[in-house]
Each structure stands twice: as structure tokens, then as C-alpha cells.
């Protein structure tokens, strides 16, 4: 039904948003007889990072939408191509962003407490073991 789809549609937008949106990371450390370090993100581009999840999830959603001819869609290669953008973006994003978190967890561990940033990144690698969940389900 539509509701299903938009529901669909909304849900791998968001998990592909998750996952994709890459923060800028500041960390300052002040050296005095207190040892002071902060850290702080922001995440620039993110109507971009919106938009392109929805179009690649509509991209991964079109076989469901659109019925192909049935000489097409006996070519198991074609079947793979629509969700092949939003799993690769994932997939290499996911990459990415998981080295760029332990690097972070790395320099902050020496100066500070990163139970935070190592909270965040069980919670990042809950949304990918979602996103697998999603790339299985197309």
C-alpha cells in the first residue's frame, strides 16, 4: 500500500542519513595543571545528505513501485542495480566514519574520558546492522 512504501521510504532515508552524515570534529586540548580537552561537531551539508538518501532509497525502492517487463527482470544483474548506489554509499561511508571514530576515541582515551564517543559508536554500528537488515530485504 502507499503507507507502507512512504513508511519504507522515510525509514531507509533515515538510515542511510544516519550513516552517511559525517561530522566535523573539533577537539581542543589546554594544557595546564588541569588537563582540559573538549570536543565538539557539527555536521555541514545536511540537507544535502537528506535529499541524497531519499533519492537513493527511492532509486533501491523502484523495483517494488515499478512493474518491469518480465525479459528484464530474469536478469538477475538488473535486479541488483537500483539498490546498488544506497548500498555502496552505506557500505563505504559506514568504512569511513567507523575509522574517523576510533581515531577520535584513540587521541581523546589519552586525555579524557571517550565513554561518550564509544557510546556513539555502538549506537553508529546498531544503525548499519539496520541498514544491512534493509540492504537484505531489497
Not at 48 to 63: D, G
Not at 105 to 113: F, N, P, R, S, W
Request: aromatic share 10%; net charge negative.
Amino acid at each position: 500500500s502507499g503507507h507502507h512504501l512512504v513508511s519504507e521510504l522515510l525509514y531507509g532515508a533515515g538510515l542511510l542519513t544516519a550513516i552517511t552524515a559525517a561530522p566535523d570534529i573539533l577537539m581542543q586540548i589546554r594544557l595546564n595543571e588541569y588537563l582540559v580537552s573538549s570536543v565538539t561537531y557539527s555536521f555541514p551539508g545536511m540537507w544535502f545528505t537528506v535529499v541524497r538518501a531519499m533519492i537513493f532509497t527511492a532509486l533501491a525502492m523502484s523495483p517494488m513501485v515499478v512493474m518491469l517487463p518480465e525479459w528484464l527482470t530474469s536478469i538477475r544483474f538488473l535486479n541488483l542495480l537500483p539498490p546498488a548506489p544506497w548500498i555502496l554509499l552505506c557500505c563505504l561511508k559506514f568504512l569511513k566514519h567507523i575509522l574517523m571514530h576510533l581515531f577520535t576515541i584513540g587521541h581523546m582515551a589519552q586525555h579524557d574520558d571517550a565513554s561518550g564517543l564509544i557510546m556513539a559508536l555502538i549506537i553508529y554500528c546498531i544503525i548499519f546492522a539496520l541498514s544491512i537488515e534493509m540492504m537484505l530485504h531489497w
